[in-house]
């Protein structure tokens, strides 16, 4: 696939054809959700679903082409929207606004916590997922306080009973305990990152949440990034090419995070938990890449280096001397870490038609009366 020099400035779609073109790709469900009250969501968890908490909070702009199809960087690490984004355009509603966004934020639909670089792990460091569900309770007390005083902007205290919480976290816990440990010892440490998650959980339930929202994490072995900064030899990858080590880890952690959330079905049983299969979807699009009108999946659209990967730690996307892949070209990897808009839609569609969801329920289920 042809790529192009990024020099500045990229040429676009006008935003119409852009906005009915993606809609279209994927038969992403862009016409409603069939919602029959306001949907309010509150999202918790990594760069995956950040949509401008890193930008909002730390000032940090990521500089072209991260955003190109949006026109200009709005937080996101990708070249577009993120499954978050997806999800809530199936609500017809707007983009979870950032908690960390001081300046015309609008919460009525809720507020997005996750910010990049979330782990699990410690509880309260650096906007993880503790702290994260902390930041969440003192925006539930003082939306309540405001909107009982006339204040426009805010969630109800109503609103916040009918929410849907949402979790995904925990790749970053594994990636970087693969940095210093053995397999066996990552698998170790697993246990506490569930746990974190148990008590992020519980917290939220403690504070009127009663429909859950869990994404499991996704097949850590194939991001490029993971395949090209370690030498291996042969047998420990896969025939799709992906680190057996890092996939397995990562299937350690879902299997757990899957038994947690069937014991805390059984435990708050009027409470409503859905676990997502993110790991299948993510690597069935690995897998089936081809099939799927994908380029090659463990190929990085913004990078340095050429093939296998195309992902170099010293030149990454957006540094001097990176090259990046031509608009409309279906590249699954974004910048080695995250996914492409085009894979995200995938996904979101996926995740939408209920068949990777335990129990089945369709993500609207909360917001019907």
Not at 3 to 24: D, M, N, Q, W, Y
Not at 36 to 48: T, Y
Not at 304 to 320: A, K, T, V, W
Not at 353 to 363: A, D, E, H, I, R
Request: glycine share 10%.
């Amino acid at each position: 696939m042809k790529k192009t020099r990024e020099k500045g400035v990229v040429s676009h779609l006008p935003a119409l054809i852009f906005v009915v073109a993606v809609s279209l790709s994927y038969g992403v469900n862009v016409e409603g959700g069939g919602c029959s009250r306001n949907p309010v969501i509150f999202n918790m968890g990594d760069s995956n679903s950040d949509t401008g908490s890193v930008l909002n909070g730390f000032g940090f702009v990521r500089p072209p082409p991260f955003g190109r199809l949006f026109h200009r960087f709005v937080g996101r690490v990708s070249d577009g929207r993120l499954i978050i984004d997806f999800l809530c355009e199936n609500l017809t509603t707007s983009y979870l606004t950032p908690y960390l966004k001081s300046m015309g934020s609008n919460f009525t639909n809720g507020a997005n916590f996750a910010v990049g670089g979330g782990k699990t792990f410690p509880r309260f460091d650096f906007f993880n997922l503790g702290l994260q569900t902390v930041q969440f309770f003192w925006f539930q007390n003082q939306s309540i306080e405001l909107t009982s005083k006339g204040y426009k902007g805010f969630v109800k205290e109503e609103d916040f009973k009918n929410a849907l919480y949402m979790i995904d976290i925990g790749q970053n816990d594994l990636a970087l305990a693969f940095g210093n440990s053995s397999y066996a010892q990552v698998v170790e440490r697993i246990p506490t990152f569930i746990a974190e998650i148990e008590y992020a959980i519980v917290s939220l339930y403690e504070h009127g949440g009663r429909k859950l929202w869990v994404h499991n994490t996704g097949p850590l072995g194939c991001l490029p990034q993971q395949l090209a900064n370690i030498s291996r030899s042969s047998h420990e990858f896969d025939r799709q090419g992906c680190l057996k080590s890092r996939n397995n880890a990562a299937k350690r952690f879902n299997k757990q995070l899957k038994a947690l959330c069937k014991k805390l079905r059984a435990e708050m049983k009027d409470a409503t938990i859905v676990y997502v299969d993110i790991f299948a979807i993510k690597y069935d699009l690995v897998a089936n890449a081809k099939l799927y009108g994908f380029e090659n999946p463990l190929m990085v659209c913004c990078g340095h280096g050429g093939p296998p990967y195309n992902f170099d730690n010293l030149i990454q996307c957006g540094g001097l001397g990176f090259s990046v892949c031509e608009e409309g070209s279906n590249y699954v990897s974004w910048d080695g870490l995250h996914y492409t808009q085009a894979a995200n839609q995938f996904l979101a569609n996926k995740i939408l038609s209920t068949n990777f969801s335990t129990p089945p329920l369709p993500f609207h289920f909360f917001c019907n009366k």
